[in-house]
């Protein structure tokens, strides 16, 4: 498991130069469409990435962003500081700190692979809980194609290609850095320790449970490597 707060110090300069990373970032404000005076929620916001793609878009939003990390959150705040439709609170995945119905959009960027099994229809509730009726979830994330416990041979292979070719593909484009991440959390993701890869089926069930509808699942290019966007609205 990784030490968040630690490692916030060097979060955006190893992820600036993963090139997936930039374009996700781009794709999920796209997706926001027109989110000046909506509210929006980014669920596990790290450094603050993606709260700040989604300003410079929408200037007039009015963007939350929670994490269970005090250095993440520290991270965030200092970056977007001075914006009085900014707010970054302590909270996390499970128990999200607003109230029912707050916000148009909920988003979150390679953070709820770290939600347990047992978690994932919980963790489908509170998105849900706190959507307007008719918001939209936008979830990126890496998924893999074969669903299956700790162990499970075929499952092993198809996250050790994924991520084998991940960590290449960075080693190709300049970012050495995240190729080391990939690499040093490979056995990590196969023993699903605090690492939940699965399918998008696993995660649009849970999220049907809780009454999300139109759930549409996009690549994130290179396809191979499982990086995908889901769309969900309630």
């Known amino acids: 498991m990784a030490d968040w ?9 190893i992820f600036s130069e993963y090139p997936q990373y930039r374009y996700i970032l781009k794709r999920m404000t796209e997706l926001l469409e027109d989110a000046n005076g909506k509210s929006v929620l ?10 700040a793609a989604v300003l410079e878009a ?18 965030c705040a200092q970056r977007l500081a001075g914006r009085e439709n900014v707010q ?20 979150t960027n390679l953070a709820l692979h770290h939600v347990a099994p047992d978690d ?27 669903d299956g416990p700790p162990g499970d041979p075929r499952k092993a292979r198809d996250i050790i290609e994924k991520i084998t070719g991940v960590a290449l593909y960075c080693l190709d484009h300049g970012a050495y850095d995240m190729m080391m991440i990939m690499l040093k ?8 320790e605090g ?8 995660w649009m069930d849970a999220l ?15 396809g191979e490597f499982g990086l995908k966007i889901l769309r969900a609205t309630l």
């Open 5 to 13: 707060d630690k490692f916030s110090v060097d979060y955006d300069r």
């Open 42 to 51: 980014d669920l596990g916001c790290g450094t603050g990435n993606l709260m």
């Open 58 to 75: 929408y200037p007039e939003v009015k963007l939350s962003g929670i994490d269970p990390s005090e250095g993440m959150r520290q991270a």
């Open 88 to 107: 970054v609170t302590a909270g996390d995945a499970l128990e999200i700190p607003f109230d029912d119905g707050k916000f148009d959009f909920v988003m």
């Open 120 to 146: 994932r229809v919980k963790c489908a509730r509170e998105m849900a809980r706190v959507l307007k009726e008719g918001g939209s979830l936008l979830y990126s994330d890496m998924f893999c194609d074969v």
């Open 185 to 192: 959390t490979l056995p990590v993701e196969i023993a699903e």
């Open 195 to 202: 690492e939940y890869v699965t399918t998008p089926g696993v």
């Open 208 to 222: 049907r449970q809780m009454g999300f509808e139109r759930i549409d699942v996009m690549d994130i290019p290179p």
